[in-house]
């Protein structure tokens, strides 16, 4: 039983946290068809591509500064629910850009919804910004000059997310030097679609502390070696994985195997309702088909709070509620 472990969560696509009951809220205010990407109450896609297609649609459906408000604030309460302290929420000022609410205003709202569930619960939550790879590299650089100019306290990093297979790493480099030099934490979605190779890529060109998956690291002994001589924290989401055929099977999953290298590993879940989890589901999965004891699943909820992008006061105060 995992539900009264703490828990604390760096990886996790706001828009991808939906639930499709609240899309087919959202559609019907707005007036828009379901059927392509929602069908008796679950998301429908059948790889990356048609993922992102629905994820872009359900994006859609968030068209005011309100509107993100209640998403977020219904999330965080749903972790803190669920045991979590802290969570890291993936925010896309394309998707506000795509509605015509602005980059300004979607990240007040969920701004708001940051504080309402704090209130509520204590949950603190910081946004990291996504700069879109498939959308090239005007585009990532465009959302990393938001992240380093917006001067919000809640954006606390810089990530590029999106298919992994568009384009090389070092075609973005630009838009991690001009976070990096803002003060945002640095992380980079690599080894998911992609194998070591661009994980290597991602420690050499980008520098980051963590990486979004780097799960397919695996496939290279000497680099999951260097992940733990390097001590980058791996943002894990087996859920996610599986569900989109990075890994055959949960017992094919290589986090234990990772772990068991001295990589710093956390868990995560991605795009929750997308893939049929949630963060409590993937502790429990740690627990009951990974074999994970608490001790270990303490563990890594420790290396997530340490890896998280806060201040160092806030930090010690959530280590100290664990
Ligand atoms: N799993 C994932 N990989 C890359 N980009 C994403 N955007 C949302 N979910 C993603
Ligand atoms: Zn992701």
Not at 148 to 153: D, E, F, H, Q, S
Not at 244 to 251: I, R, S, T, Y
Request: aromatic residues 8%; proline residues 4%.
């Amino acid at each position: 039983m995992t539900r009264m472990l703490k828990k604390a969560e760096l990886h996790c696509h706001l828009e991808g946290a939906v639930p499709p009951a609240l899309a087919l809220a959202q559609a019907r205010r707005y007036g828009v068809a379901t059927d392509a990407f929602v069908q008796g109450g679950a998301y429908v896609w059948h790889d990356f591509t048609s993922f992102l297609a629905a994820y872009d649609a359900v994006s859609g459906l968030f068209r005011s500064e309100d509107d993100y408000a209640l998403l977020t604030e219904a999330y965080l309460d749903e972790l803190a629910a669920a045991g979590a302290v802290y969570s890291e929420l993936f925010v896309s000022p394309d998707h506000a850009e795509a509605v015509g609410l602005g980059a300004d205003a979607y990240v007040a709202g969920i701004g708001r919804g940051i504080e309402a569930a704090r209130m509520r619960s204590g949950i603190e939550c910081r946004m990291v910004v996504v700069g879109l790879r498939h959308r090239g590299p005007e585009r990532v650089e465009w959302a990393a000059h938001y992240a380093a100019t917006a001067r919000n306290p809640l954006i606390a990093g810089f990530n590029m997310a999106g298919d992994e297979r568009m384009g090389a790493v070092a075609d973005f480099a630009r838009a991690f030097d001009i976070a990096r030099d803002a003060g945002l934490g640095i992380t980079i979605h690599a080894g998911e679609l992609s194998g070591a190779s661009s994980v290597r890529d991602a420690l050499d060109v980008v520098r980051p502390t963590r990486i979004g998956h780097g799960v397919r690291a695996v496939e290279d002994p000497g680099l999951v070696a260097r992940l733990a001589e390097e001590g980058v924290v791996l943002e894990v989401c087996p859920g996610s994985n599986v569900a989109l055929g990075v890994f055959p099977d949960l017992a094919a999953h290589p986090l234990r195997r990772l772990q068991a290298a001295g990589v710093k590993v956390t868990l995560n879940s991605d795009d929750p309702p997308f893939f049929k989890t949630s963060l409590e589901r993937e502790y429990d999965i740690a627990s009951r088909i990974m074999g994970f004891s608490d001790e270990e699943l303490d563990a890594m909820t420790r290396t997530a709070i340490a890896a998280a992008f806060v201040d160092e006061e806030t930090r010690v105060g959530l280590l100290a509620r664990l």
